[in-house]
Every structure is written in structure tokens, then in C-alpha cells.
């Protein structure tokens, strides 16, 4: 459970951190807050030559809320935006998705960007940013290039993040308040990562019927993954009943979701149905 | 590499390979023992230390990120005295085998230094990060919810 040696450097500046990843040739990675990496090294499922604190390079902590929406910076931890009450209303689907991530020690030091390169299929923040149509900023020895989330996830750990690529911010776009929204996910427990989950949101038109459907799912599928299906079923629809079982009758047609020693496919495929029918539920209340 | 931060109050130095893990160089370097290894890769909460006043994992910490920083273990918590916190645990039999304690300790104290109002609900959620075999954790929170007493007092004299 000891990680094989490596090399260490915390640079103050961006340009250097990419200038180092570039010098170490695919063997050098990126150490954000390390609850993801330091448990794969300690497996040694990651064995990485030569490790690049984000630690000193300013700025990337910042939470700021404009009028095109939420940006967090890749270095704003889990405890940043628990503690933020300006995103109860900026963001509510973010806020309350956070709440389910890790336990307390791990939410002190884990951060954004790290959750989003590192690509866990059951993780929330890359379900939130793909539900959303988040825009990820990517900073790397060939310039900055800004990626939309659903091309950025592209299967279980994987990304398209170059290994001399930093990612550096998620801009959330502006949400209106008046959005319905939901996010569940059932863990065995409590902080751990889910056996499945669903984030919601839609608007609602002159005739109260839903519009914009935004529907995603976690760990049903190599990524994150849109239920597009399930967003059919919603849009043009008053959210009653016979819509709420149309829409989870959808969903739990269009995944197609892994079995493992957590839970066999069956199970995950009727838990996402139960999720989104109790988001709907809630968001329509 | 050489690093130095503050520990229990006292400024240290000691040398460290980069892939030494925080909890290792506090027990093999500083030979601050009460920082317990039970997983190594964050799930058990046993090495939980206060890092600049929060509560960490030193397994998922590299010692060299904590270069210039403020690490308080158990040891820093009481000195020839058990704290109003320890003691709460002992009163209540929140501890059997101790494994565990160390980690318990620090994340309870963490969070009642911060929020010494916490509710049942908070302090179960909080503690939902660390194992213990041998109490069943019923002693545990209630240890916890009496030692909030102490931390208001604290809060308010501050
Ligand atoms: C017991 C336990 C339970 C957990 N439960 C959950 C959970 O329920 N839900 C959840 O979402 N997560 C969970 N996590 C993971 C946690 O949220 C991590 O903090 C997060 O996945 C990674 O963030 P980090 O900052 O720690 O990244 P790190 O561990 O530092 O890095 C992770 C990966 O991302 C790369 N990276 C980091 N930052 C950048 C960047 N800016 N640009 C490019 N690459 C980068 C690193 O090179 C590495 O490959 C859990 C972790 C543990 C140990």
C-alpha cells in the first residue's frame, strides 16, 4: 500500500506546471487534491514518475457567479461549494449533488477538477457537468482550448485531457430561477460512491408543460451518460403521473447498466427508474 | 526532500522521500504514533490529522504537501490530561479495542471546534467516514453529542 517512487514539484505559475507535464513525457501527472490519486498509487493502478502540485498556482480556488452562469475553479473543493450559500439559488442541482460526494476529511481536500479528470463513472460532479452542458477550460502546451463536457468523458478513467493538459475551470451555464430540478443517487452508505444515480432538470412553458429536459444518469455506463429517451418523454408533457411513468419506463429501457459485486444489471436498471421517478416527483412539487 | 511545518504547536524539520504519505512521516519520522494506518487508501478515517484547523486523511496526503502548513495529531489535542472530548469518550464507552480512536477524536474535535451546535444528524453524517469494529458506534455519537458543551463554551469565550 506504498506508492512507487516519484518526483515532486509545486510550481507557482500554470505555464510551468504544463511546461513540466510536457517535460515528463506522458509519465508526469497532476496532483490536485489526491483522494483519488493517492488511493491508485497506494494499488499502484497509477505509477506516475513525477507528480505536479496544482497546490501554489493562485486563482483556481475561486467560485464565481456571473450572469452566464457558475465558474468553479479546478481547485475549489468539495467543502468550498458545501460552504458557498450564494449557489443554493446560483446553482441549486450543484449544491445539493455535492452533498453526496465522499465523507467529510476527503471533501476537505478534494476538488473539481480532480473528480472531473479522474472520470469515475459513479461520480456526481462529471454527471452534474454533463446533465448541464458544462464547458470545461483546458489549459496545455498547444494553448487553451474549451471542451464541452459531453465530448470530454469518453469511457471509465478516460478523458480527452493530453497528458501535458490541465484542466483549470467548469463553467456551469446560468440557470434560471424559476428551474425544476432533482438530484438523487442511493450508496450503501452515506458518502460513497453510488450505485446509481440521476440528476433532472427541465422548464416549464406557458401551459405548464415541461421543456429543455435535461435528464442524466451515473453509474449506469462506462461515463456519465444523457437519457435522451427519458428527456423525450418529459418534454411536452404536464409532469404528472402517467408522465413520471412514462419517463422512468424510458429510462429504464435506454441503459443498458453493468453488473458488479455492488449490484447485478437489474438492479441498477429499476434503482435509476425509482431515482427518477422520485426526482420528478419532488421537482414537480 | 526537506520539509518543515508545524506540529502540535512546534515547529518541524525532517526529510522525506516525495511518495512518503503524511501519516507515515508523522509516525516513522516524528514518531507521532497516535496517527493510526488502517486502510492506507482513505476509507477507514483512522489517520485523521488537522491540517490549518481541518480534518484530513494523512493517508491521501503526500508529507510534502504539508511543507508550511499547521498539522495538530492526538497527541496535540491533551496534554497529561485527557480532554473534555477524550474524557466524553471514556465516560460513554465510545472506544473498545482504541483502533480506531485516534481518528474519531480528531474528526470530532474538528467538527465541534467549527460547528459546536451540531445536531445528531450532522454528527452521524460527519462520522459516516470512519470505521469502528468494536462499539457499533452508539457510544460513539453519544460521547460526541455530550463533549458539545465543552466546544460552545470555548466558542463563546472567543
Ligand atoms: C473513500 C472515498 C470515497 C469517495 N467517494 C466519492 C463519491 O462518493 N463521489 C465522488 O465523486 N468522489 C468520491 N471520492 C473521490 C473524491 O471526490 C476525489 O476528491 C475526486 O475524485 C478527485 O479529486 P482530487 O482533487 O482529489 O484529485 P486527485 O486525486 O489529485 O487527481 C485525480 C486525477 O485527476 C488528475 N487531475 C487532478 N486535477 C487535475 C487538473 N486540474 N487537470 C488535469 N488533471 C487533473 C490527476 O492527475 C489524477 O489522475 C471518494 C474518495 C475516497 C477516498
Known amino acids: 500500500m506504498k506508492p512507487s517512487a516519484f518526483e515532486y514539484a509545486s510550481p507557482a505559475t500554470l505555464e510551468e506546471a504544463v511546461s513540466l507535464l510536457h517535460a515528463g513525457n506522458g509519465n508526469a501527472k497532476i496532483i490536485s487534491g489526491g483522494q483519488s490519486l493517492m488511493p491508485m498509487m497506494a494499488f499502484r493502478l497509477a505509477v506516475p514518475e513525477f507528480l505536479v502540485d496544482l497546490k501554489h498556482i493562485p486563482d483556481l480556488n475561486i467560485i464565481r457567479i456571473a ?62 457537468a454533463l446533465t448541464c452542458d458544462a464547458l470545461l477550460t483546458i489549459i496545455g502546451s498547444s494553448g487553451t482550448r474549451i471542451e464541452k463536457a459531453s465530448a470530454f468523458f469518453t469511457g471509465p478513467l478516460q478523458t480527452t485531457l493530453e497528458a501535458d493538459e490541465i484542466l483549470t475551470e467548469l463553467h456551469l451555464p446560468a ?64 409532469v404528472d403521473d402517467n408522465t413520471i411513468a412514462a419517463v422512468a419506463a424510458a429510462a429504464r429501457a435506454e441503459i443498458d447498466p453493468p453488473s458488479d459485486i455492488h449490484a447485478p444489471a437489474a438492479y441498477r436498471r429499476a434503482l435509476v427508474g425509482t431515482l427518477l421517478a422520485r426526482g420528478l416527483t419532488q421537482s414537480a412539487g | 526532500m526537506q520539509i518543515e511545518f508545524e506540529l502540535n504547536g512546534a515547529t518541524v524539520g525532517t526529510s522525506v522521500e516525495a511518495r512518503t504519505s503524511l501519516a507515515d512521516c508523522l509516525r516513522d519520522n516524528l514518531g507521532k504514533t497516535g ?62 479495542c482504541g483502533f480506531c480512536t485516534p481518528g474519531f477524536i480528531t474528526t470530532a474535535h474538528a467538527l465541534l471546534t467549527a460547528e459546536p451546535d451540531a445536531d445528531e444528524e450532522r454528527i452521524r453524517d460527519v462520522l459516516s467516514g470512519n470505521l469502528c469494529r468494536c462499539t457499533g458506534y452508539v457510544p460513539i455519537i453519544e460521547a460526541v453529542l455530550d463533549a458539545r458543551k465543552f466546544y460552545a463554551v470555548q466558542k463563546e469565550k472567543a
Not at chain 1, 451515473?218 to 408533457?237: H, Q, T
Not at chain 2, 488502517?38 to 490529522?49: D, K, Y
Not at chain 2, 496526503?61 to 491533551?78: C, F, I, P, R
Open chain 1, 67 to 128: 450572469d452566464d452562469g457558475v465558474h468553479l475553479g479546478a481547485r475549489v473543493r468539495w467543502c468550498d461549494i458545501a460552504g458557498d450559500a450564494r449557489l443554493l439559488t446560483a446553482h441549486p442541482l450543484l449544491a445539493e449533488a455535492v452533498t453526496h460526494v465522499a465523507h467529510y476529511q476527503i471533501r476537505n481536500r478534494g476538488t473539481v477538477g480532480g473528480s472531473l479528470a479522474h472520470a469515475d463513472p459513479s461520480a456526481e460532479m462529471p454527471g452534474v
Open chain 2, 35 to 96: 496517527t493510526h494506518l488502517g486502510c492506507e487508501h482513505g476509507v477507514c478515517g483512522a489517520c485523521t490529522v488537522l491540517v490549518n484547523g481541518e480534518a484530513v486523511r494523512a493517508c491521501l496526503m503526500l508529507a510534502v504537501q504539508a511543507n508550511g502548513d499547521k498539522v495538530v495529531t492526538v497527541e496535540g489535542l491533551s496534554s497529561d490530561n485527557l480532554s473534555p472530548l477524550q474524557a466524553s469518550f471514556r465516560k460513554h464507552h465510545a472506544l473498545q
Open chain 1, 175 to 238: 440557470w434560471p430561477a424559476a428551474r425544476r430540478w432533482a438530484f438523487k443517487e442511493f450508496a450503501r452508505r452515506k458518502g460513497d460512491f453510488a450505485m446509481a444515480g440521476v440528476a433532472l432538470f427541465y422548464d416549464l412553458d406557458g401551459n405548464g408543460r415541461a421543456e429543455n429536459a435535461h435528464i442524466g444518469a451515473i453509474g449506469v455506463s462506462d461515463c456519465p451518460i444523457r437519457l435522451g429517451a427519458a428527456e423525450a418523454a418529459l418534454n411536452g408533457n404536464v
